[in-house]
């Protein structure tokens, strides 16, 4: 019987960043893995830099997401000073852009998610003891050493996480027993029942019966570096809670 940590992220506003090129800075409608990692990462107070930690968090966990609400696009237009285009020329760096006389002013686009509220999962799958066990993660949500924000430090959050750590047969089980709970069932008014549910591929075999409509969807939220901010592919499975379960839940510590 998987031991699963589950809390609670939801914000007003919240920037979930996917492939940015150009003038235009697409959002997600989910969260990537590699969004909850680095909220985790900050829970822990572990420094961007710290690549090896990083890393470990990203091959020791499994990670699934609930979608409880439906969220709305919302676009933000931001105004940066460019050089202008000349033949040949090209700058290394920002400051080297901003240090020409005649800069020109441009518009770029940044897309947010309005009323976002997601469930999130998160298993250990290393054959070793976990660097930081499902426990520690909870107390450090509920105690974290830097703020915690949805995307950008401009988003944050409406409600605390409400960290819980519990047993469960199946990832279905798991986010029922959750949202039945005294303090989460305060943050799932309005929730839907058969919210979609992603998550790791290599849970497939364990999100339980009471699903339906699963796919394989490739993301490019793969931690490769983040001081260099350099992502790889992860497949996620796909599927829709019916609302049943299929086995008895039981908290954990």
Excluded: N
């Excluded at 829970?43 to 499994?62: K, M, P």
């Excluded at 969220?71 to 050089?83: K, R």
């Amino acid at each position: 019987m998987p031991t699963v940590l589950m809390f609670t992220l939801q914000a007003p506003i919240a920037a979930m960043g996917d492939l940015a090129v150009g003038e235009r800075r697409y959002g997600a409608d989910r969260l990537a893995k590699s969004a909850v990692l680095g909220l985790l990462a900050a829970a822990l107070g572990i420094d961007r830099s710290d690549e090896q930690v990083h890393a470990t968090l990203a091959r020791d966990y499994g990670c699934a997401v609930r979608l409880v609400r439906g969220s709305f696009a919302i676009a933000d237009y931001h105004t940066v000073q460019v050089p202008p285009a000349r033949k040949g020329r090209r700058w290394a760096t920002r400051r080297d852009e901003l240090e020409e006389p005649d800069l020109g002013t441009t518009v770029t686009q940044r897309e947010y998610r309005g009323d976002v509220h997601s469930v999130v999962a998160l298993w250990g799958r290393s054959g070793e003891p976990l660097r930081f066990s499902l426990s520690a993660l909870e107390r450090a949500l509920r105690t974290p050493v830097f703020t915690l924000y949805f995307g950008r430090k401009s988003c944050p959050l409406g409600r605390p996480p409400f960290p819980m750590v519990l047993d469960a047969a199946t990832l279905a089980d798991a986010f029922a027993a959750y949202e039945s709970a005294d303090k989460a069932k305060r943050l799932g008014r309005g929730a839907a029942p058969d919210g979609p549910i992603y998550a790791d591929v290599d849970a497939r075999s364990w999100l339980g019966e009471a699903v339906r409509d699963d796919r394989i969807i490739s993301r490019r939220d793969a931690i490769l570096s983040r001081r260099r901010w350099q992502f790889g592919l992860r497949q996620e499975v796909a599927a829709v809670a019916t609302g049943g379960t299929s086995g008895k839940q039981g908290g954990g510590g």
